[in-house]
């Protein structure tokens, strides 16, 4: 969603991944953000910077228990003004 409405270019600078149960099935992934002020943060520091990161976390369920979580550490690069990610 990010990438649709600014031209960044989002990066997984570190990640863990627990897998806790077998998945066998199609899946979903779900990643939420209960926290506005996060966001908001990371669009300023964006906006200031030309790049900032987020943490997120996403978890697998199967019959409704948690089989897989990721934890990720993600960095948007605004193309425009960070070299090497210029717009082709």
Same mark, same amino acid.
Not at 33 to 41: A, G, Q, R
Not at 45 to 55: D, I, V
């Given at each position: 969603?990010?990438?649709?409405?600014? @031209?960044?270019? %989002? %990066? /997984?600078?570190?990640?863990? %991944?627990?897998?806790?149960? @077998?998945?066998?099935?199609?899946?979903?992934?779900?990643?939420?953000?209960?926290?506005? =002020?996060?966001? !908001? !943060?990371?669009?300023?520091?964006?906006?200031?910077?030309?790049?900032?990161?987020?943490?997120? =976390? =996403?978890? /697998?369920? %199967?019959? *409704?228990?948690?089989?897989?979580?990721?934890? *990720?550490?993600?960095? +948007?690069?605004?193309? +425009?003004?960070? @070299? *090497?990610?210029?717009? *082709?």
């Amino acid at each position: 969603m990010l990438r649709e409405q600014l @031209p960044v270019t %989002v %990066v /997984i600078q570190e990640y863990s %991944v627990q897998y806790l149960r @077998p998945v066998a099935e199609d899946m979903q992934a779900t990643c939420t953000m209960s926290n506005v =002020e996060v966001l !908001k !943060k990371f669009l300023c520091q964006l906006a200031r910077n030309s790049r900032a990161r987020l943490e997120l =976390e =996403e978890f /697998i369920h %199967v019959d *409704g228990e948690v089989a897989l979580r990721f934890r *990720g550490q993600f960095v +948007a690069y605004d193309r +425009a003004r960070v @070299p *090497g990610f210029e717009p *082709g």
